[in-house]
């Protein structure tokens, strides 16, 4: 069974936001951008994205043993989750902003090596493994259908706007990248943004229960 509609929008709107925020991953993709070209950051950005599918298995197959294991521990999983996430929410509302994107002094590398390259970079991310596992259970209804099939949705669809906007970041490097150099604050606002995702997400839920 596919996940709801509300789900789907509720979701997507969420990662959208946290996605475009300034990070590692997608300042680095404009890094490679501006200084080797749109098609090689395009193909680290693209890199950068799919690494998400082992975040998705991972956070799938958490969240099954723990079904299996006790449901309570699911619940459990969903507060600890929600506690982490406003914690970020917080750490982003007090950001300084300041983000800038440096483009210089990058050696050149072949497309398939800088798409391993980002692959790798964000597979190993424990801090992603960590995000993946307190994010994607926030739009899990219990008593809709299977939980890891609902995970396993919600991860693809966040991986697949991740190479949505990771591969525009790459084509668009120069002009966004130069952008946000001119304006730093830019940075800052969407930190708040997010920030304020992320509280609302944890407050849902410890409110809701």
Known sequence: ?????EQFFGFLAAALLITVSPGPDNLMVLSVGMSRGRTQGMAFGLGCALGCLSHTLLATLGVSALIAASPPAFTALKVAGGLYLIWMGIGALRSRGGARVEGQGLPDESLLRLFGKGLFANAI???VVLFFLSFL???VVAGQGSVSWQTAQLGLIFTAQGCLLFGMLGYFS???GKWINRNPGAGMWLDRVAGA???GLGLRLLVAR
């Open 174 to 176: 120069g002009a966004v």
């Open 125 to 127: 991310n424990p801090k």
């Open 197 to 199: 995702v992320f509280v």
């Open 1 to 5: 069974m596919l996940i709801s509609p």
């Open 137 to 139: 259970p926030q739009f």
